[in-house]
Structures are given as structure tokens and as C-alpha cells.
């Protein structure tokens, strides 16, 4: 166990297995809060992102370096250890790092682990008090537990795609790997349960358990009233691009010079919106005075309101309708997102000096804000098995001659 900091999870320490997206945002979540993360890679060439590039960072003479922006976005406040896991002497080093740590996550291939003796079942009795995640495509178990997933498929399969993009159009994945960063959420969500269970078990560190993680299930869970819509209704939430399906406005308008969000939520809300767009009959109107009547006869309203909308600036309507209280947005691009006053106020682009490329970085904030144990930036994302050496002389109290050992026999890098 670690010593205790001033952060929320400053006592913990976190074997980090995963790599990609999934994994790595949990943990770079829980580095956040102040847990220590080793993150164990693949000697030579780490984390696949590493190379999904361009873009790459670049070092004070502009060249490229081999950290792409992909693993930059979820890799800061982690220790990079490079091990290779297919050698005897690999596993062991692993076991015993589990030994010292409280979380193992790991996002292979189900049972692909279980070959080096690092699954939970193989664990489970040497470290009882390990808290182990797994991550995949499907789940340990079902039909296909054994197949490989991507956050494409997940998206494909768990209903996101068939409700996203415009109606007559083809079915349309997020635009950022979504299924992938809800299982990281979801992740981080289940681990804080286990930690908080283990207080009460076994005796010593307490008895930890295994959380079994799909992409595909987090993906149909984070469905919510599209899923219970089909749950309730036994019929589909029908595909309406920017638009809800069971609130009307709520969607994209076109202005004079661009777009603009507008969310009404309720009907005193589309009073206001009525009464400001010159149409307080519409408040009156059986038709559209409520909600289920809008959403029934929306194909007669819509198209009444985008009119009125298209005859302004996206600046005036969101000016004007944020004096009535009516919910309204632009539809900003990263540069525009990042640079808002909202959000440099909220320190949501941060900036880290990073040693793989001699300079600053900047990286995308946490959206944590603790009162009393704020999040912490403590290490840029790390070149691959840039803290083998450190680890394995801190943790494992290894001397300097096994450590030079371990790395010609290109077991530890």
C-alpha cells in the first residue's frame, strides 16, 4: 500500500495491463484522483496508440516524435514499465508487482492471460486481495466471450449506430470511440464499488473479486431511453439525426451563419420560445401546447420554426434566447471548444512538460472537481518503459545488477 496523500486515491497503486482506449481512460482517471499507475508494455513497442498517428508531438526543433496525440489523450499521471510477459521470468516480475498493488486492469482477449498465469482465476489465491478488471469486447461469458472487440463493433452492436445519423441516411458511429470511453468510466465506476467492498472483507488488505467488463454491454446500458423506449413501447426509437425522439425542439437549427442547439425541455420553456419567435397561439394550440403533441405533429412544427431561425445570426439567437431562459448552444469545432472563456475557466486545456519530447504539451483537463482532494497532474504520458528502472529498484527492491540483467535478456526494457 501506498502512502496516503492529500489526493482521493493517493494510497493506491494500479497495475495497468490495458492498452488502446478503454483501459487507459479509467486509469488515467484514477491517476488523476492521485493513484500511482504502472503501466506494463510491450517491450519495443508499447501501447498500439503509440502509432496512431499522425499527428505526433513534436520536440523543440519541430521534428516528430514517436508519441502520437492518440496515446498523449489518455496516458498522463502513469509510470511505463516495459516487461515481456511471454517470458517465464516476465510473469513473475508481474506477479510480484501484483503483490505490491491493490487494482490489476487488463483488457486481452478473454483467456488469452490465463496462458501466463495472469488471469484472475490464476491469481485469485496468490493475491486475494486484488481487485482485477477485465475489459473486452463481449464479457467472460455468453456465446461469444471469445471473440475479439472493437469499439466500432460495440457501437455496431449495442444500438448506438442505429439511433445516430440522419434519417434516411446510413446508420452513423460517434465521432469519438464512445463505447470505448464509457467502458473506462464504467471501469473506473465498478472499481471504486470493489475498493469500497473490500473494507469490509477478509482480513489485511480485505478480499478483492473480479469485475467482468464488455464493450458491448456498456454500450447498451449507456442507451438508456432509447433502450427502455423499445422496452416499454415494443416499438424502435425511430433515427432522427440532431433531433430527439421524444422531445420537440431539442435539435440543430441552421442560422445565417452556422448552428444553433436549441434544447426546450418543458412547455412553459416552449411558451417563452413561442411568444419570443411571434407565435404565442402556438402555446394554445392543442397541437404543439404540449409535449407528446409536439413530438406527435413535430413534422408541422419544425419546419415553422427552422424558418424563423434561418432568418438570424447564430450570436443572436444565443444572446437573445439566453435572456429568456431558453436552453441554447453553438455547435463549436475543438478549437472554438477549448478555447471558450467556460472552458478555460473550468481548466480544461492543461499543460505538462514532456520529457520524451523536451517541451510542454498540452493535454485535455479532467473534468473532476474535488473540493478537498482535487485531481493532481503529476507525470506527462510517459515514453515506453521510461520508469522499468525505477520501478523495479523502488517497488521490487531489485539491485542494479539483476536490473541490468532483466534488460539484456530484453525480459525488462
Not at 239 to 252: C, D
Request: with cysteine.
Amino acid at each position: 500500500m501506498k502512502k496516503k496523500s492529500n489526493t482521493a486515491l493517493g494510497d493506491l497503486r494500479v497495475l495497468d495491463l490495458s492498452r488502446v482506449l478503454a483501459g487507459p481512460s479509467c486509469t488515467q482517471i484514477l491517476g488523476d484522483m492521485g493513484a500511482q499507475i504502472i503501466k506494463v508494455e510491450k517491450p519495443g513497442t508499447g501501447d498500439d496508440t503509440r502509432k496512431w498517428g499522425p499527428p505526433y508531438a513534436r520536440d523543440k526543433d519541430g521534428n516528430e516524435t514517436t508519441e502520437s496525440a492518440y496515446y498523449l489523450s489518455a496516458n498522463r499521471n502513469k509510470q511505463s514499465i516495459a516487461i515481456d510477459i511471454t517470458q517465464k521470468k516476465g510473469q513473475e516480475l508481474v506477479k510480484e508487482l501484483a503483490t505490491h498493488c491493490d487494482i490489476l486492469i487488463e483488457n486481452f482477449k478473454t483467456g488469452s492471460l490465463a496462458r501466463y498465469g495472469l488471469d484472475y482465476a490464476s491469481l485469485k489465491q496468490s493475491h486475494p486481495h486484488l481487485i482485477y478488471c477485465s475489459i473486452t469486447g463481449f464479457g467472460q461469458t455468453g456465446p461469444l466471450a471469445s471473440e475479439p472487440g472493437y469499439d466500432f463493433l460495440a457501437q455496431a452492436m449495442g444500438g448506438l449506430m442505429a439511433i445516430t445519423g440522419a434519417p434516411n441516411g446510413e446508420p452513423m458511429k460517434a465521432g469519438v470511440a464512445l463505447s470505448d470511453i464509457l467502458t473506462g468510466l464504467y471501469a473506473a465506476t465498478g472499481i471504486l464499488g470493489a475498493l469500497h467492498a473490500r473494507k469490509s472483507t477478509g482480513t489485511g488488505k480485505g478480499t478483492g473479486q473480479h469485475i467482468d467488463l464488455s464493450l458491448v454491454d456498456c454500450t447498451m446500458a449507456a442507451m438508456t431511453n432509447i433502450a427502455q423506449y423499445y422496452l416499454t413501447s415494443g416499438a424502435l426509437a425511430p433515427r432522427l439525426g440532431n433531433a430527439h425522439s421524444t422531445i420537440v425542439p431539442y435539435q440543430v437549427f441552421d442560422s445565417t451563419d452556422g448552428h444553433v442547439i436549441i434544447a426546450v425541455g418543458n412547455d412553459t420553456q416552449f411558451a417563452r420560445f413561442a411568444a419570443f419567435l411571434g407565435h404565442e397561439d402556438w402555446a394554445d394550440n392543442p397541437d404543439y401546447a404540449t409535449n407528446p403533441a409536439r413530438v406527435k405533429n413535430r413534422a408541422a412544427l419544425v419546419p415553422q420554426i427552422a424558418a424563423i431561425i434561418a432568418t438570424q445570426t447564430t450570436s443572436y439567437w444565443i444572446e437573445a434566447l439566453e435572456d429568456i431562459n431558453i436552453p441554447v448552444a453553438p455547435v463549436q469545432d475543438m478549437a472554438a471548444a477549448l478555447n471558450h472563456p467556460q472552458s478555460v475557466a473550468r481548466n480544461m486545456k492543461i499543460t505538462m512538460d514532456h520529457a520524451p519530447s523536451g517541451q510542454a504539451v498540452d493535454l485535455v483537463g479532467s473534468p473532476l472537481k474535488l473540493s478537498d482532494t482535487p485531481v493532481s497532474y503529476r507525470r506527462a504520458p510517459p515514453s515506453c518503459g521510461q520508469d522499468t528502472h525505477d520501478v523495479l529498484r523502488e517497488i521490487l527492491n531489485l539491485d542494479e545488477e539483476t536490473i541490468a540483467r532483466l534488460k539484456a535478456q530484453r525480459i525488462a526494457l
